[in-house]
């Protein structure tokens, strides 16, 4: 069965860094495309950024509020996605969900709080 | 970047009525790269449609999208009451990916 969990939300400062973690189980990630996507309180679904899959390259690439301070990795090892978040604005503050595209499958999102 | 509009924001409907939601792109959506999200309330979204028209695994078939091009249409043929929801669309064709800004499916 495919699981997605992620982890890693919270309370940050502005100007301020957090990492997400989203644990997959049931396939493996490294030969998946995937892809983060953000909901602000109340509002509208918010393409964040994916990363290709090992075969098809592994690079990635970004929606333009986030392009230049988030980061897509992956850790083979730990068959584990994540989300480096840097230079966190207040407007940055969503539910983030990791998943898998169009095979869909989705976490139950992590809720990053981006208040002084 | 690819502005996807939809239409209505939201539409009042009773159960067995048929709802016709809209998105428009503002460029041309190449190979209908364009998918359909269903949300609920606390809940992650669920893909409804893919490739414009081809429904997910497990999606009922009172589901449909079709269109092409810039306009596409996803249609509820007969609205149960697990149907009222929050719609999104959803441009994969080009990066960066975009959604549109979601259509309400409420209760009349």
């Known amino acids: 069965e495919v699981q997605l969990v992620e982890s890693g939300g919270g309370l940050v400062e502005p100007g301020g860094s957090l990492r997400l973690s989203c644990a997959a189980s049931?396939?493996?990630?490294?030969?998946?495309?995937m892809t983060w996507v953000r909901q602000a309180p109340g509002k509208g679904l918010e393409w964040v950024g994916r990363?290709?899959?090992?075969?098809?390259?592994?690079?990635?690439d970004y929606g333009t509020p986030v392009k230049g301070r988030f980061t897509i990795s992956r850790d083979d090892s730990q068959n584990t996605l994540y989300l480096q978040m840097n230079s966190l604005k207040t407007e940055d503050t969503a539910v983030y969900y990791c998943?898998?595209?169009?095979?869909?499958?989705w976490g139950q999102g992590t809720l990053v709080s981006v208040s002084s | 970047e690819i502005v996807l509009t939809q239409s209505p924001s939201t539409l009042s409907l009773s159960p067995g009525e048929r709802a016709t939601l809209s998105c428009r792109a503002s460029q041309s959506v190449s190979s209908s790269y364009l998918s359909w999200y269903q949300q609920k309330p606390g809940q992650a979204p669920r893909l409804l449609i893919y490739?414009?028209?081809s429904r997910a695994t497990g999606i009922p078939d009172r589901f449909s999208g079709s269109g092409s091009g810039t306009d596409f249409t996803l249609t509820i043929s007969r609205l149960e009451p697990e149907d009222f929801a929050v719609y999104y669309c959803h441009q994969y064709a080009g990066s960066p990916l975009t959604f549109g800004g979601g259509t309400k499916v409420e209760i009349k």
């Open positions: 490739g414009a028209s």
């Open positions: 049931g396939f493996t990630v490294s030969n998946a495309w």
């Open positions: 998943h898998t595209g169009l095979s869909g499958y």
């Open positions: 990363i290709r899959s090992k075969t098809d390259g592994g690079t990635s």
